[in-house]
Every structure is written in structure tokens, then in C-alpha cells.
């Protein structure tokens, strides 16, 4: 069940700063959930590809584990 939840996590979090990275790419200066950071464009840019990254990878990690256990065909 915990890998599910964080599989869940990881998509969810995948999806919500690509599209963040998107609307980012489209319009400079709408920083979204990331405009606290005041890094700039480029700066907000990279944090929003890191935690695309850090998504991919805990669905894929999250989604491994639970094929091990046999939870996955």
C-alpha cells in the first residue's frame, strides 16, 4: 500500500510542475506554486525541471519496489 501512495505522489507531483514548467516557458513571469523562490526565469526553470526529475523518479522507484513484491505484473 505504501508504494502505491508514493507512486501516486511521484505522478501527481510529475504532473503539476511540468505544467508549471510549461505555463513558465509560455508566459516569463508567471512563477506559479514556485514564486516565492524570486530565482528568475532560469533559476525557477531548473527547480521546476529538478522536481519533474524527483517526481519521475519516485513513481519509477515506488512502482519497482512494488513489481519485487509481486504487486505488479
Same mark, same amino acid.
Do not use: E
Given at each position: 500500500?505504501?508504494?502505491? *501512495?508514493? +507512486? *501516486? *505522489?511521484? #505522478?501527481?507531483?510529475?504532473v &503539476?510542475?511540468? +505544467? %508549471? #514548467? *510549461?505555463? /513558465?516557458? &509560455?508566459? $516569463?513571469?508567471?512563477?506559479?506554486?514556485l514564486? !516565492?523562490? %524570486? =530565482?528568475?526565469? @532560469?533559476?525557477?526553470? #531548473?527547480v $521546476? %525541471?529538478?522536481? &519533474? #526529475?524527483?517526481? /519521475?523518479l519516485?513513481?519509477? !522507484?515506488? $512502482?519497482?519496489?512494488?513489481? =519485487?513484491? @509481486?504487486?505488479r %505484473?
Open positions: 500500500m505504501k508504494y502505491d *501512495i508514493l +507512486q *501516486i *505522489i511521484g #505522478a501527481a507531483t510529475m &503539476v510542475f511540468t +505544467q %508549471g #514548467a *510549461i505555463r /513558465l516557458l &509560455v508566459d $516569463h513571469g508567471n512563477t506559479g506554486l514564486g !516565492w523562490l %524570486g =530565482a528568475g526565469f @532560469g533559476g525557477t526553470l #531548473a $521546476h %525541471g529538478l522536481l &519533474v #526529475a524527483v517526481g /519521475l519516485l513513481t519509477g !522507484w515506488s $512502482h519497482t519496489r512494488a513489481k =519485487a513484491l @509481486g504487486r %505484473g
